[in-house]
Every structure is written in structure tokens, then in C-alpha cells.
T-cell receptor
Framework: DGGITQSPKYLFRKEGQNVTLSCEQN?????MYWYRQDPGQGLRLIYY???????QKGDIAEGYSVSREKKESFPLTVTSAQKNPTAFYLC????????????FGSGTRLTVV | GQQLNQSPQSMFIQEGEDVSMNCTSS?????WLWYKQDPGEGPVLLIA?????ELTSNGRLTAQFGITRKDSFLNISASIPSDVGIYFC???????????FGKGTRLHILP
């Protein structure tokens, strides 16, 4: 079955460390996204990528970095510059450059300890 | 960034009751999407709407694309325990094709 796989499900990080969240999709979707979700908040866009080796900042890109070396993969690095990284991170993908309905992964919960 | 006004923020209902929630905006949208999120999981698409006035059903769920293109609602009939979760609306804004999410409606069902 096609879908999006995020790993790990839970991640703990010490302050000052960088961590990388994985996102892989086998839907042959062109566009991939990273969202951050905090309690009581909607989804806030971090980065998105419409094509390999290209990506654009979303609304809250500071302290995050991404890469898109393959169509199927869009890893997110949470850097030590991100002041409040504890959150639930969701990866999504959609077909085409114009964003139709998303397919979401099951999320990664990052906790800074 | 701009978010949609989704209401209510939370609902407590009895099993078997009908549920209604809505999203409004000052911007015009050309697509409305309704998602459900279970705890610790990613949102799952319930209904997609692409034309003003469109009324679409998915089982006990019914959603409509507002005539003004600035709002949408979702109804759930005869609620059951597995309907518990957070329901998000999302709209694709016409002027820039950007997807905007509401903050969600948390549905609780009382035994």
C-alpha cells in the first residue's frame, strides 16, 4: 500500500543537539511538506518542496533545515537554534505542484530533555 | 500566517447526537478539506470540496462548500464513540493557492 512513513515515532533530544526526522513516501507525489503542531494550535508550515533539490520556507522555518535529494524523501533537521522544539511534527505530501488534498504521515513527537 | 476561524474549539456531546462545526474566513477559497486526527496520529482526509455550493457526504459525515466561498461546514450524524478526535478544516486560498488550516474542533463523546 502507498503511504507516508515518518520515523521515529518518539524522539528525545538534549538541548543544544541537532536531530533529524525522517519522512519517506511511495505515493509518487511531487510535493512534500513539514508541519509543526502544538496543543490547541492548528498546523503551521515549516518547509515545503515541490521538486527535487528545491524547497521553500514556510511560516516558521527559523531553526529548521530540510533537504530533498530524492523525490521520495524529505528529512527535517531541528537545529539547536530552534528555541522551542518540543512539538508534534507532521510530514505530508500531495500530487502536483498545486497543493490538492494532503496525505499525512503518522507524526513524530519530539521532546527536548 | 493566516489561519481559518474554526468553531467551536471543543464540543462535549452524548453518543447518538448530531454534530456541526464550521470554518470561516475573510478570504475566498477554491478548495475546502476536512480532516480527522486521532491522538498521536496524523490527520486523515474525510471530505474534499471543490465547487461553491457543493454538498458531499461520506457515510455519516456531510460537508458543504459555502456559496460565498469563504466558509464550509461539517456535520456528523448519530455520533458514535470512534468519532472522538480533532477535526480540522483546511482551505486552498484562491489568490495564492496556499493551504490554510483551522485550529481544529476537539470532539468529546460522553458515555
Amino acid at each position: 500500500d502507498g503511504g507516508i512513513t515518518q520515523s521515529p515515532k518518539y524522539l528525545f533530544r538534549k538541548e543544544g543537539q541537532n536531530v533529524t526526522l525522517s519522512c519517506e513516501q511511495n505515493l509518487n507525489h511531487d510535493t512534500m511538506y513539514w508541519y509543526r503542531q502544538d496543543p490547541g494550535q492548528g498546523l503551521r508550515l515549516i518547509y515545503y518542496s515541490q521538486i527535487v533539490n528545491d524547497f521553500q520556507k514556510g511560516d516558521i522555518a527559523e531553526g529548521y533545515s530540510v533537504s530533498r535529494e530524492k523525490k521520495e524523501s524529505f528529512p527535517l533537521t531541528v537545529t539547536s537554534a530552534q528555541k522551542n522544539p518540543t512539538a508534534f511534527y507532521l510530514c505530508a505530501s500531495s500530487r502536483g505542484a498545486v497543493n490538492y488534498g494532503y496525505t499525512f504521515g503518522s507524526g513524530t513527537r519530539l521532546t527536548v530533555v | 500566517g493566516q489561519q481559518l476561524n474554526q468553531s467551536p474549539q471543543s464540543m462535549f456531546i452524548q453518543e447518538g447526537e448530531d454534530v456541526s462545526m464550521n470554518c470561516t474566513s475573510s478570504s475566498i477559497f477554491n478548495t475546502w478539506l476536512w480532516y480527522k486526527q486521532d491522538p498521536g496520529e496524523g490527520p486523515v482526509l474525510l471530505i474534499a470540496l471543490y465547487k461553491a455550493g457543493e454538498l458531499t457526504s461520506n457515510g455519516r459525515l456531510t460537508a458543504q462548500f459555502g456559496i460565498t466561498r469563504k466558509d464550509s461546514f461539517l456535520n456528523i450524524s448519530a455520533s458514535i464513540p470512534s468519532d472522538v478526535g480533532i477535526y480540522f478544516c483546511a482551505g486552498r486560498r484562491s489568490r495564492d493557492d496556499k493551504i490554510i488550516f483551522g485550529k481544529g474542533t476537539r470532539l468529546h463523546i460522553l458515555p
